[in-house]
């Protein structure tokens, strides 16, 4: 099975902080991504990477930068948090290619910005 | 661009009440469907998926039909458990495209 495991469920920093999530997948998928979740608004794509140190923003990426360094790792950085940041954020990954083949969460982290 | 349009939650049943979620999606070409569920304090998880029109999905009891006709891929179960609480989210991913596009989530809460 398929395993991508975020660093942290919970998390509470403060405004103006630099803010590290990380996500690790096992599968030697090549695409990833990273989502926040919010009520009422579903999951959002914040931003992909479909190959090491190649990315792509999504459809609210303003905030958020991300790093892909390694294929098994990427880490979503919020450079300075604000409150409007405080939300759940889901990592996935998916095997590139065929449109058939799902995409795999991790378990998200719950982020409360201060 | 590609949308897809979920049934306003919560859902409210009794157990063994039958089910239908529904989902709608805007899109060009021919996107593969999806049905996710987010179980309380998890991430998604795959329900079940449908490739081409006339594709029939099935999981868990759950089933959702590939119209094309109607740009539906609806989510039914005859039979609802308790278990079966949680966020349910439609998706389409398209044609050479690797982002997949979700529904706001439709909440469906069990009772005994």
């Known amino acids: 099975d398929v395993k991508v495991t975020q660093s942290s469920r919970y998390l509470v920093k403060r405004t103006g902080e630099k803010v590290f999530l990380e996500c690790v997948q096992d599968m030697d998928h090549e695409n990833m991504f990273w989502y926040r979740q919010d009520p009422g608004l579903g999951l959002r794509l914040i931003y992909f990477s479909y190959d090491v140190k190649m990315k792509e923003k999504g459809d609210i990426p303003e905030g958020y930068s991300v790093s892909r360094e390694k294929k098994e790792r990427f880490s979503l950085i919020l450079e300075s948090a604000s409150t409007n940041q405080t939300s759940m954020y889901l990592c996935?990954?998916?095997?590139?290619?065929?449109?058939?083949?799902?995409?795999?969460f991790g378990d998200g982290t719950r982020l409360s910005i201060l | 661009g590609d949308s897809v349009t979920q049934m306003e939650g919560p859902v409210t049943l009794s157990e063994e009440a039958c089910l239908t979620i529904n989902c709608t999606y805007t899109a060009t070409g021919y996107p593969s469907l999806f049905w996710y569920v987010q179980y309380p304090g998890e991430g998604l998880q795959l329900l079940l998926k449908?490739?081409?029109?006339?594709d029939k999905g099935s999981n868990k009891g759950f089933e959702a039909t590939y119209r094309k006709e109607t740009t539906s891929f609806h989510l039914e179960k005859g039979s609802v458990q308790v278990s079966d609480s949680a966020v349910y989210f439609c998706a389409l991913l398209n044609t050479g495209f690797q982002k997949l596009v979700f529904g706001t989530g439709t909440r469906l809460l069990v009772s005994p």
């Open positions: 449908a490739t081409k029109a006339d």
């Open positions: 996935a990954s998916k095997r590139q290619g065929n449109s058939n083949q799902p995409q795999h």
